[in-house]
């Protein structure tokens, strides 16, 4: 990869932009500076790819192995699954908790998931090796805190997390993540999409606040609302607002993935080729915390750059799909309305 490369990414980004329908022209300058941010961090962030070895798959595959990674468990829920017919609906919520900042996000996605319409039966918070500690005390009948020995990252976290709710008789296994604030009929709007069309469904992630030039970013661009392909079918979506059918997904996420970056995409594929349905819900929204800064932006887009070259080697048919789908933006609900 070169140089020579990124400018005409860039180039075409830039002209990309500006073909895009109902924005302002203050909006496509903004939208058009932060693209070259993402840009040219996703290319320097596959350039280091290149500098790296290759990981393999080492996605954990039984329970006993998910459970060695965990410290303690505190707080597992004593009621029993449903048996009326009902769904029992577990959250697998992991956190890597290094600010005070961190923490007030954790308690707020905590206080929303309290506050819904149609409560989880169990909530799994994964503490993954967080510097800073979290108090065992917001343990309770409904809320079961998972301590891993270490930092492992978000997939092993998740998989502990699938781990202990099939152990608990969960049937369907929401994920979200610690910087989330979840609508008040997100886990309802999860059930029912599940009892609608069961396997993977992916919800609306929009901005916590779209009136900042990276939160509109994200939502006119869909950054962590997936994709869809030409036939309507939903490539990948994320982690951040998912669901599964645990008798339809028999999968556990690739641990060689070790930051917050494409573990999910990757799993969403090996899924399509199991031919598991996967379905785009808008009324299952979510709001998701960015950080405002371009900085961050740059260092988001570094990190898919860097990753996304090994969920490629994985399985080749990802570069086609890929080119053959489209972002799912919030901003216009679907695909970017191009000149």
Same mark, same amino acid.
């Given at each position: 990869?070169?140089?020579?490369?990124?400018?005409?990414?860039?180039?075409?980004?830039?002209?990309?932009?500006?073909?895009? =329908? #109902?924005?302002?022209?203050?909006?496509?300058?903004?939208? *058009? $500076?932060?693209?070259?941010? &993402? +840009?040219? !961090?996703?290319?320097?962030?596959?350039?280091?790819?290149?500098?790296?070895?290759? =990981? #393999?798959?080492?996605?954990?595959?039984?329970?006993?192995? *998910? $459970?060695?990674?965990?410290? &303690? +468990?505190? !707080?597992?829920?004593?009621?029993?699954?449903?048996?009326?017919?009902?769904?029992?609906?577990?959250v697998v919520l992991p956190v890597y908790a290094r600010t005070e900042h961190d923490l007030a996000l954790l308690f707020k996605v905590l206080q929303y998931l309290s506050e819904q319409k149609r409560p989880a039966d169990l909530i799994i918070l994964v503490d993954d090796g967080s510097p800073l500690t979290i108090p065992s005390v917001i343990a309770n009948e409904g809320l079961a805190l998972v301590q891993l020995w270490c930092n492992k990252g978000p997939a092993?976290?998740?998989?502990?997390?699938?781990?202990?709710?099939?152990?608990?008789?969960?049937?369907?296994?929401?994920?979200?993540?610690?910087?989330?604030?979840?609508?008040?009929?997100?886990?309802?709007?999860?059930?029912?999409?599940?009892?609608?069309?069961?396997?993977?469904v992916c919800g609306k992630t929009l901005a916590d606040s779209s009136a900042t030039a990276v939160g509109l970013y994200h939502e006119v661009f869909g950054t962590l609302n997936g994709r869809m392909l030409e036939d309507g079918s939903v490539l990948y979506?994320?982690?951040?607002?998912?669901?599964?059918?645990?008798?339809?997904?028999?999968?556990?996420?690739?641990s060689s993935f070790p930051a917050a970056s494409f573990e999910d995409v990757e799993f969403c594929i090996r899924a399509k080729k199991n031919r598991i349905r996967?379905?785009?819900?808008?009324?299952?929204?979510?709001?998701?915390?960015?950080?405002?800064?371009?900085?961050?932006?740059?260092?988001?887009?570094?990190?898919?750059?860097?990753?996304?070259?090994?969920?490629?080697?994985?399985?080749?048919?990802?570069?086609?799909?890929?080119?053959?789908?489209h972002e799912i933006s919030c901003f216009f609900d679907g695909a970017l309305p191009i000149f």
């Open positions: 990869m070169t140089a020579v490369e990124c400018i005409s990414a860039v180039k075409f980004a830039v002209w990309h932009v500006f073909r895009i =329908r #109902g924005l302002t022209v203050w909006q496509r300058l903004q939208l *058009a $500076l932060l693209k070259i941010v &993402a +840009v040219c !961090g996703y290319h320097y962030g596959k350039y280091r790819s290149y500098s790296e070895t290759p =990981r #393999g798959s080492e996605a954990i595959a039984s329970r006993e192995d *998910a $459970l060695r990674a965990v410290h &303690a +468990v505190n !707080g597992i829920a004593t009621r029993q699954p449903e048996i009326d017919g009902h769904n029992f609906i577990a092993t976290a998740r998989n502990c997390g699938i781990t202990l709710a099939k152990e608990r008789g969960a049937n369907v296994i929401c994920f979200l993540d610690a910087d989330c604030q979840p609508s008040s009929d997100w886990v309802a709007m999860m059930e029912r999409a599940q009892q609608e069309t069961p396997g993977i979506g994320c982690t951040c607002n998912l669901s599964i059918s645990v008798a339809g997904v028999d999968l556990l996420f690739d996967m379905t785009y819900y808008p009324p299952a929204v979510v709001h998701h915390y960015f950080e405002p800064g371009w900085t961050s932006l740059f260092s988001q887009f570094q990190r898919y750059g860097r990753f996304e070259r090994q969920t490629a080697l994985k399985h080749q048919e990802y570069l086609p799909w890929l080119w053959s789908s």
